[in-house]
Nanobody, 124 residues
């Protein structure tokens, strides 16, 4: 019933920017903490960023701090991931996730709802 749909992925050169969007249906996202994870080829899915229900605080993986920004608009049922200064190692499928938990969890087992993923490819 709760569905998440990501968009905004694509091919970008190193140093460029992309903005990913995640639109949630089935429930107002004010009831969920939201997060982004990513999975590179041949690797496990890892945490990228998370944001609490009210938008603060946010948490980021060390690998993306200072470059990525997570934000949300509960009225639009949308969460974004602004990605700047992209590096080839950022290449991955990016997934949006939602959790009814009260904390900004960094492990995927805490998230019950997932999007289909959107591919981000950063060329050198």
């Amino acid at each position: 019933q709760v569905q998440l749909v990501e968009s905004g992925g694509g091919l970008v050169q190193a140093g460029g920017s992309l903005r990913l969007s995640c639109i949630v249906s089935g429930r107002t996202i004010s009831g969920y903490a939201m997060a982004w994870f990513r999975q590179a080829p041949g690797k496990e899915r890892v945490f990228v960023a998370t944001i609490r229900r009210n938008g603060i605080p946010t948490n980021y993986a060390d690998s993306v701090k200072g470059r990525f920004t997570i934000s949300r608009d509960n009225e639009k049922n949308t969460v974004w991931l602004q990605m700047n200064s992209l590096k080839p190692e950022d290449t991955a499928v990016y997934y949006c996730a939602a959790s009814a938990g009260s904390a900004t969890y960094t492990t995927d087992v805490m998230y019950n709802y997932w999007g289909q993923g959107t591919q981000v490819t950063v060329s050198s």
